[in-house]
Structures are given as C-alpha cells and as structure tokens.
C-alpha cells in the first residue's frame, strides 16, 4: 500500500515537472503577430503600428508572405491548447513548405506529448529558415521532453549567436526549459535508482 502511494505521488510530481519544463512562458515562436498573452503557453511579442507593418519588422513575413487571418487563427488555436483543431486548421492553409507554419505543427504536435514527431517539423522549419529562432527554442524543447540535454544546450547556443545575446526570450525560455528538465531528471533518478 505505502509504495502505491508513493508511486502515484511520485506519478503526480513528475506530471507537475514535465509540465514546468515544457512550460513556455515570455518565449516567441514566430514574430509575424502582434499579440500576447498572459498564459504560459508561448506568444509572439513583437509590436508593430500602422507605420511599420508587420511584414516590414519580421523577417519570416517579408521572406514567405503574410499568411492571413486563416494562420492566426490556427495559430491561436494552438496557443489556446487546441492542439488537433490547430494541425488541421494549419494543414488546411496549404503552406506544408513556410516555416511559420511547420513550427506551430511541431508545437502543437509537442504539446500533444509527440516530441520526436515534432522533431521532423522543427528541423524542416530550419532547413527552410536556419535563423528561425523561435523554431530553434521549440526544437530545444523538444530535446528537452525527450532527455536529450545535449542537443538541447546546442539549440540554446545557436539561439545566443542568433541574438546576439543570452536575454532574447527565446534563450530565456529555453535556458529555464532545460535547468526544468535537468530538475525533474535528477528528481527522477533519487527517487528510483
């Protein structure tokens, strides 16, 4: 009896530090938006006015088009835990090969607990945009749900010479991603090896 509870308690604490790594708050997936929210989930944070549209302050947009209402609707799907509706509202854009949207099926492919599914999405967002660094933090967190803290430290080092630095969001929520993951880890390994 005592060792089921500590299993289901065991259970429940490493459930509240999965979701602790994967959190992803302050972090940017795309910069196409300027929305935000107060969620944990991630959200774009650049802000644009009438003067600069977005297209001409992201990258991505000025690189592959503007993608809609249809994407940040989908997108919004995905940031509001919709995770099925938003793949299918993302695959219905037919842009299999813009990297805005590739990231946001890796995320909500993530998020459904798929991490190496969510791989293949991440890595051909990368292929397509290699400065894309908010794929490159989403791609770290996926190393990160599956254990594989190298690759995850590699993704954090490429995200420091992307910006420049270690405080763009991105960096930031990733670098918390990975001392998380190193945390339920280690947690994990005390308790039952």
Known sequence: MMRLLVAGAAALMLSVSIAEAAG???????????????TTTSTPTTTTTAATPAAATDPLT????????????????????????????????????DPRVLNWLGYSTR??????????????????????????????EAYVMLGETDKAKAALA????LCGNTTCPEHV???????????????????FN
């Open 62 to 97: 000025a690189r592959f088009g503007d993608l809609g209402p249809a994407y940040e609707s989908a997108r919004k799907l995905a940031e509001d835990g919709k995770y099925a509706e938003a793949i299918a509202a993302l695959n219905a854009l037919g842009k299999a090969e």
């Open 24 to 38: 992803e708050s302050s972090s940017s997936s795309d910069t196409s938006s300027s929305s935000t929210t107060a």
């Open 158 to 161: 490429e995200i420091a010479k």
């Open 111 to 140: 998020k459904m607990g798929k991490a190496a599914e969510a791989l293949v999405f991440y890595d051909k967002a990368l292929s397509l945009a290699p400065d894309f660094v908010g794929a490159h933090e989403y791609r770290g």
């Open 173 to 191: 929520a990733l670098a918390k991603a990975i001392e998380g993951g190193a945390k339920s880890t280690s947690w994990w390994n005390w308790m």
